[in-house]
């Protein structure tokens, strides 16, 4: 199976949770002039668009800074909120305005530039929060509005290095008060274990797999 295809079948017939959860160990990378920035994608939250109260599509708003949520999967949906750049990716159909926050990375390629882009945070710090880790991968407003899927984006997720997570579980989202049972929905999505994830306990950290399975424990 083609790239092209497998990212194509990725987004098919799923539910936007479904894909939240299925992003979890993706790795993702970013192909800038100072060389491939990547990390392993370890917490996402689904937005479920014009009925989620937390969703900046709720009722079908429609303005020019939403546009792109309502393009077709794989599009990539960037806002800034508190002057941080926040990186989303939309999940369903043209015209579906629903999509997944990509909210922290474990770093795996070019850690030293990852960390120089944070201003020389160390650790989790690079990048276990949603404005750490745009700045950390260098993303720019330029990729507001491409497609993941399009060969050409230098933004994309490689399936052949990804991870499997030991477990996954689902939390309320970070950030979402006053907004009635949205609120406590549990529509965020964790590699249970890994230091990465934003507001992580250290005695909760998986200290021996970061929560990857490994190749044992794949058969």
């Not at 790239?3 to 939240?20: C, G, L, R, S, V």
């Not at 996402?44 to 939403?66: K, N, W």
């Not at 060969?151 to 499997?164: D, I, P, V, Y």
């Amino acid at each position: 199976m083609t790239e092209k295809k497998k990212i194509e079948t990725f987004f098919e017939n799923k539910t936007t949770p479904e894909i939240a959860q299925n992003l979890l160990g993706m790795y993702l990378e970013h192909v800038t002039p100072m060389g491939k920035l990547a990390g392993y994608i370890v917490d996402a939250e689904a937005y479920l668009g014009p009925e989620d109260r937390a969703a900046h599509s709720y009722g079908m708003r429609d303005t020019p800074r939403v546009r792109a949520m309502y393009q077709k999967a794989g599009t990539i949906y960037l806002y800034t909120m508190h002057t941080h750049r926040i990186l989303n990716i939309i999940t369903q159909p043209e015209g579906i305005p629903q999509g997944v926050m990509i909210r922290a990375v474990q770093p795996a390629a070019m850690i030293e530039q990852m960390s120089q882009n944070r201003g020389g945070k160390e650790g989790p710090d690079i990048s276990n929060g949603p404005g750490k880790l745009v700045k950390a991968l260098a993303i720019g407003p330029e990729l507001y509005g491409q497609s993941i899927m399009d060969s050409e984006s230098t933004l994309r997720l490689n399936f052949e290095k990804r991870k499997e997570p030991k477990q996954i579980i689902a939390l309320p989202r970070i950030g979402i008060p006053n907004k009635g049972e949205w609120t406590d929905m549990p529509l965020r999505y964790i590699v249970s274990g890994n230091p990465y994830i934003s507001l992580q306990k250290k005695s909760l950290i998986d200290q021996n797999d970061w929560g990857w399975r490994n190749e044992d424990e794949k058969k």
